[in-house]
């Protein structure tokens, strides 16, 4: 099967945890990589925003990242892709008639759905989209504790495209049961063009490591408690809760340490900021962005992982802790309430609220990792493996398409 995916601003070859750069990037990566495993030839077509990167350039064997040129070869927020749409749509359009057509397009982010419904239109092909996050739903999340950097204008202008793309896509992929209630009822998508397939890890990749040998590598402490952070440090991924709960828990555990992955040098630097305010910025160690690569390492390496998100469409952070048999304290939105079992595979808390993020980082390190191992493990055997979500993935496509190959 051909199949073309758009990643709009989300290079699947870009490092993760900078310049906007996180889940979507590692989603398209590990799925178009098994795909092509399972004998898919797969297109990636994503803007060009870093100087140095080739045109083309092969993802595994039978899939490749195809750069379009569309504005500056340089790092753009998500919001202003609009401006550049035409030109990338252009491009795209270019490259189906250059490799001959496919026989499923699968977009990824509301602008890549967008350009999607233009190439169906004019190349008869069915679209499958994953939305990664719903304007609406993210909208909510910020009216009313924070600064909205989004205009009501483009806010208005997703909702419509998000409720358009659920209305003409062939398929519409929901990552977990919360996002497939939110798309029928925020964005009337008729149910039958619904597919929940929740991502998965690769578990030969993202499994344990012997913890004091990842610290040891990784030259962290050992012998104290380690909470560990991993993504973007964008408002809504809840550091700064974090930060204020870890006063907190520093106060019973005086020599556990934060351990801070992701972010650029000026997001870490408000997070530092915060963590010195606090008394506690010695214990506090700030990584920055990591290859992927690296990432089994840092959740073997810690006796917690905590995703204190605000909103989050699914959170794969959570299920690659798990995945290493760490346990998660996550908030009890979106995909992390269905992720994560309170009690079983680490703690629920609700969001915004630092001091139950701090009791349940108090009882999860109090418990000791082990008491989660297992239960962690089977959480993402059952339900969170790479096979199943290609295969659902691939079940997707085939539904929707008469492949001419095969
Ligand atoms: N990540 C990484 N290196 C970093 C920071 C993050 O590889 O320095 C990866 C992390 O392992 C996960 C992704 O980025 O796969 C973040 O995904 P998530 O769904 O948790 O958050 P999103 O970025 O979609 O909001």
Known sequence: MRVLMISDHADPLALPGSNFHGGQNVYVRQLATRLAASGCHVDVATRADAPDFPAWQPIAEGAQVVRV?????????????????????????????????????????????????????????????????????????????????????????????????????????????????????????PAEAVHLVPPGVDTAVLRPFDQTAARERLGLPLGVPLVLFVGRLEARKGCLDLVKAFARVSVVLPHARLVVVGG??????????????????????????????????????????????HYEPFGLVAIESMACATPVVATRVGGLAWSVVDGRCGALVPARE?????????????????????????????????????????????????????
């Open 354 to 406: 630092p001091i139950s993020l701090a009791c349940g980082l108090l009882d999860v390190l109090t418990a000791g990792r082990d008491r989660y191992r297992r239960s962690c493990l089977d959480q993402v055997a059952q339900h969170f493996t790479v096979d199943l979500w290609s295969r659902g993935i691939l079940d997707v496509y085939r539904a929707v398409s008469s492949p001419v190959t095969t």
């Open 69 to 189: 040129e569309a504005g500056p070869r340089a790092p753009m927020p998500r919001d202003r892709f609009g401006s550049v749409l035409d030109a990338f749509s252009r491009g795209v359009d270019d490259l189906c008639e250059q490799r001959g057509g496919y026989d499923v397009v699968h977009s990824h982010y509301w602008f890549s759905g967008v350009a999607a419904l233009g190439l169906a239109a004019r190349h008869g092909l069915p679209v499958v989209h994953s939305h990664h996050s719903i304007g609406a739903v993210r909208r909510q999340s910020l009216d009313t504790h924070q600064p909205v950097t989004t205009s009501p204008e483009l806010f208005d202008e997703r909702h419509q495209q998000e409720c358009r793309i659920g209305r003409e896509a062939a398929a519409v992929v929901a990552n977990c049961p919360a996002e497939a209630a939110d798309m029928q009822h925020l964005l009337g998508t």
């Open 264 to 309: 650029t040098a000026h997001e870490t630097q408000v997070v530092r900021d915060l963590a010195a305010q606090l008394g506690f910025g010695d214990r506090t160690e700030f990584r920055g962005s990591v290859s992927h690569e690296l990432t089994p390492l840092y959740y073997s390496a810690a006796d917690v992982t905590a995703v204190p998100s």
